[in-house]
């Protein structure tokens, strides 16, 4: 492989997740294996993309899709290329393919096609790379990871007024946990367990009922709490601290994300 300074490779919340960046690229790769689910998009440029001896011309705005110990090369054409790719620990992806299809597959299942054109993929992925890059939270990048593998894997079907009323006593339990204690950063697995249910029906059936993930059900029910506590006169980072954000960047990165305006400018209104 090329060696090339604009390529970075990062760590998340999620100790079987790595990510890898390049930024107006010239790296060159020779054909090799990975050991991991790779799966990631192309954000500028164009690439030559081998898999399986098969060979692919790929496009900004492509996601590509490649399983353990396929053995690829990417490379771009004359100018230099963008992209963002992750590696996900294939024991992690097995496991949840488990518990989205309810069965007892003994390794995983593999993605059926090298890549995809489609933008709504390419925009689904990259929600799930923001989460895992900006989020320190386990249980939101988790959530979302689980919700873009499901995808990848399922196609989806809306549930009927039944269906959802069937399923409400088990995620019940879960949001009255998650208001009871605001605070607290519960793991996805943990959740799960309260509600007798894996991690992706958890999920699917928590955002049928309530909109939202559980996630972000407690950041919403953390932000309408902020509010009167920012009424109140108490300070930023008290708020941010005695609600369980990570840090006070954090807090204000979801205030604004829901307010459109910051935690200090909102206090002002009333103080």
């Known amino acids: 492989m090329k060696k090339d300074n604009t390529v970075s490779l990062n760590t998340c919340s999620l100790p ?14 020779h054909a090799h294996s990975h050991d991991e689910f790779s ?9 030559k993309y081998m898999n399986h001896h098969a ?24 100018e230099e290329w963008s992209y963002r790719m992750l590696f996900v620990d294939a024991e992690w992806i097995g496991e949840m393919q488990r518990e989205i299809f309810d ?3 003994v390794d995983y299942q593999c993605f059926s096609t090298a890549y995809e054109t489609g933008r709504k993929r390419y925009a689904e992925f990259s929600g799930l790379y923001a989460a895992l890059m900006q989020d320190s939270s ?41 208001l009871d204690q605001l605070s607290e950063n519960h793991s996805l697995q943990e959740l799960a367990t309260e509600a007798g249910l894996s991690r992706y029906h958890l999920i699917r059936k928590f955002k049928a009922i309530y909109g939202l993930t559980p996630h972000a059900l407690q950041i919403d029910e953390r932000i309408k709490r902020a509010k009167e506590l920012l009424k109140q006169g108490q300070a930023i980072a008290d708020a941010s601290s ?11 990165r979801n205030f604004k994300k829901r307010l459109a305006i910051t935690p200090k400018q909102y206090q002002s209104f009333f103080l």
């Open 16 to 29: 079987f997740v790595e990510i890898r960046t390049a930024v107006d690229s010239a790296a060159c790769y």
């Open 39 to 47: 799966f990631g998009v192309i954000d500028k440029g164009a690439a």
């Open 55 to 78: 060979m692919h011309r790929i496009h900004a705005m492509n996601t590509v899709m490649i399983n353990p110990g396929d053995v690829h090369s990417c490379n771009p054409y004359s």
């Open 103 to 105: 069965s007892s597959l």
């Open 138 to 178: 386990a249980l939101a990048c988790e959530s979302a990871l689980v919700e873009f593998v499901a995808k990848c894997f399922t196609q989806e079907s809306s549930e009927d007024a039944a269906s959802r009323k069937m399923a409400a006593h088990h995620v019940q339990r879960v949001r009255e946990k998650l």
């Open 242 to 252: 005695q609600l369980g954000f990570a840090d006070q960047a954090h807090f204000q």
